[in-house]
């Protein structure tokens, strides 16, 4: 989104400003917190990740994101109207919307930016397994404040208001007793239910963020 100020971002060694914008946009696809969604059919808002998709691949998609059951329930199935901005789906479905989206447009990497900071818990965790399924075979980077989202993360990066605080794995993250220790007890360990509950976060560290590279 903008011109890096110093270093260089690469992909498989090239500097992304040597890239064209279009051949760079090819290779990363991104979930957001808030989907944009257009008005037409489930069908055309999933093709959107590859407008000349085959029926069968638009399907794939919607079954590898576990929205293929709740589509077929439709009495139009692709063909349903969703509505300005989706408005005629849950949370839960927008998102699973974007998903197959992404699976349909198969980018080598994945931008997943708190793409389950809106929903309840168990939406979150049907949405996590849809994810985990997105996240095979390609580089991902998670930004998020739920901890249970980027545990298994080969990489995990804390980022305050000044910059890197930590990184590492979860284990050694937990072992070094610091923010990300923090944010887990906070999460996990004081509250004893699994739960994530962000406003009890932003207590213990208000400004920190995730970002975790697979």
């Keep these: 989104f903008y011109d890096v100020s110093s270093g260089r971002i690469t992909v498989d060694g090239i500097d992304i400003r040597h890239m064209t914008r279009v051949s760079l946009r090819r290779q990363i696809g991104i979930v957001q917190q808030d989907v944009f ?29 576990q929205l293929d059951e709740f589509i077929r329930n439709q009495p139009e199935q692709l063909e349903t109207i969703i509505g300005e901005r989706g408005v005629k789906l849950s949370g839960g479905q927008k998102q699973r919307l974007a998903i197959a989206r992404m699976f349909l447009k198969n980018p080598p990497i994945l931008i997943l930016d708190e793409a389950t900071s809106a929903l309840d818990t168990a939406t979150e965790v049907a949405i996590q397994q849809a994810l985990v399924e997105l996240s095979k075979g390609r580089t991902t980077l998670v930004i998020a404040h739920r901890l249970a989202t980027i545990k298994n993360a080969d990489r995990i990066v804390v980022v305050t208001a000044n910059g890197i605080a930590e990184e590492g794995r979860h284990d050694e993250l937990i072992a070094a007793g610091g923010i990300y220790s923090t944010l887990h007890k906070a999460q996990f360990g004081f509250y004893g239910n699994g739960n994530s509950t962000q406003s009890r976060v932003k207590e213990v560290a208000p400004v920190s963020n995730l970002a975790s590279p697979n």
């Design 37 to 65: 969604l257009f008005s037409g059919t489930i069908g055309e808002n999933i093709a959107y990740g590859k407008l000349e998709a085959s029926e069968a691949e638009i399907w794939e998609a919607a079954r590898r994101a």
